[in-house]
């Protein structure tokens, strides 16, 4: 006599899905890499890769870098906006200026075009690794 088949809690579904992930493929590989080269600070291609760690690091990185850049970069443009229109605003008095915001935009400068280069190399490296994957 035939016995039922062996039910799944659903603690176990949801272990044996989580933890049995699909191989990487090549198309996959290959996906990743071109999103690494073309968007790699974003980290995408990490999620693509299913490096989730690796990929809220590169995104987080990334984005503190662009903060540091774009941060400084958006206060002196204001500044320079609210000078050239003195009758709708104040002028701001810079005298006391120092170059701190000089330096935290050189830093972030730095930072942001070593997440495109990390990016830019990952997304390389896959590329050129994607043959040790299934098809």
Same mark, same amino acid.
């Given at each position: 006599m ?19 992930e &699909?191989?990487i493929?090549?198309?996959?590989a %290959?996906? !990743?890499?071109? *999103?690494g080269?073309? #968007? @790699? ?6 999620l693509?890769?299913?490096?989730? &760690?690796?990929?809220?690091a590169?995104?987080? %990185?990334? !984005?503190?870098? *662009?903060?540091m850049f #774009? @941060? ?6 204001i ?11 104040e002028c701001?008095?810079?005298s006391?200026?120092?170059?701190? #915001?000089?330096?935290i ?18 997304g ?6 994607r043959n040790?994957?299934?098809?």
């Open positions: 035939p016995t039922k088949p062996h039910r799944l809690t659903l603690d176990e579904a949801v272990a044996r899905s989580a933890w049995q &699909k191989p493929t090549r198309r996959r %290959s996906i !990743a890499a071109y *999103f080269i073309l #968007l @790699g600070f974003t980290g995408i291609h990490n693509i890769m299913r490096r989730k &760690k690796r990929a809220l590169h995104a987080l %990185s990334s !984005a503190v870098a *662009f903060a #774009l @941060g400084p970069l958006l206060y002196v443009l500044v320079v906006y609210k000078c050239q229109h003195p009758a709708q605003y701001p008095d810079i006391g200026y120092d170059d701190t #915001l000089n330096v935009m050189i830093i972030g400068m730095i930072l942001s075009a070593l997440a495109l280069l990390w990016g830019f190399v990952e390389v490296v896959i590329l050129l690794n040790r994957f299934k098809n």
